[in-house]
């Protein structure tokens, strides 16, 4: 995800309309539109935009390596696994590559399953779910597909209001697509973004909401079309959050840091193992290791 200047004046514009549905009109709703732009300008202020580049992750992870090896063609591997997504997909935030979500997912396959797993990221920062639907373009045009996928996207169709049904529509496809291809998808759905702290009340409230509902929809969409959801905004994981902001949200107070990616891939992990167990015609070994140290 992240947090482009013109998306929290898009949330507050509309977040105005949702909460004053129903009320009375006049200087109620001025008031109430005033401040949510209030609120929109300080999250602009207070979050701004990381344009850094995430750490370049991708490679053959074998259990027990501490550095993945660079694919070419001639690098054996038994598992390709894609995550496409958005900034959190790609790791905006982490310092170094080993806290990239997909570094972390790739390694405790290869842990739990004995397997030497390729990472391959498609995904893009800034990307929302009509994105998606060009990352899987581009893995198509450059080869063969994953064996299995991960999808994390969300929070961006929130900061830029897109419709929660076009959103969750865009996600299936993805997804549909994915599994006609054979491949095994995992999607993280949208994160509870009432956990930012920066975004100030009751903007927080109205994104909270919205990314919530997003959640619930992505969820529905997804487990029809073939895949597996993990809920990414879950009361459990948003308590941790709330819980220590300071450690688990990276300096632009928006997107992970190192601990918040831990945590997010510890939701995402025991799925994915699960599910690559259950696939037919793969030498998975038994291992119970999922995180990797």
């Known amino acids: 995800m992240s947090a482009p200047r013109i998306s929290w004046r898009t949330a507050a514009v509309t977040g105005a309309t949702t909460v004053l549905a129903g009320s009375g009109a006049g200087t109620v709703s001025w008031a109430t539109y005033r401040l949510l732009m209030t609120q929109a300008g300080a999250a602009r202020a207070v979050i701004g935009r990381d344009t850094s580049k995430p750490p370049e992750a991708d490679g053959v992870y074998a259990p027990g ?79 063969p597909p994953p064996d299995a996928a991960v999808i994390l996207v969300g929070a961006n169709d929130i900061t830029k209001k897109h419709s929660i049904r076009a959103s969750a529509r865009r996600l299936a496809q993805a997804v549909s697509r994915l599994r006609e291809a054979d491949a095994l998808v995992v999607v993280g759905t949208c994160p509870n973004l009432g956990t930012v702290t920066a ?17 619930k929809a992505q969820t529905v969409a997804t487990t029809l079309a073939g895949g597996i959801a993990v809920p990414m905004g879950s009361p459990l994981v948003a308590s941790e959050f709330r819980a220590a902001p300071e450690i688990l949200f990276a300096t632009d107070g928006f997107h992970p840091s190192a601990a918040g990616y831990e945590l997010a891939a510890a939701q995402l992990l025991p799925v994915l193992v699960s599910a690559v167990r259950g696939r037919p015609g793969l030498p998975v070994a038994q291992s119970e290791t999922y995180i990797h140290e």
């Open 65 to 143: 390596a501490n550095l993945p090896e660079p694919w070419r063609k001639n690098v054996p591997f038994d598992l390709h696994l894609m995550i496409f997504g958005d900034s959190t997909a790609a790791g905006l935030g982490c310092l170094g590559a080993a806290d990239v979500p997909g570094v972390r997912l790739a390694r405790g396959l290869a842990e739990a399953t004995g397997m030497r797993i390729r990472l391959s990221t498609k995904a893009i920062s800034g990307a929302t779910s009509k994105g998606l639907a060009g990352q899987v373009d581009a893995m198509f045009i450059a080869g």
């Open 199 to 215: 975004i100030p009340q009751p903007l927080r409230t109205v994104v909270a909401n919205w990314s919530v509902r997003l959640g």
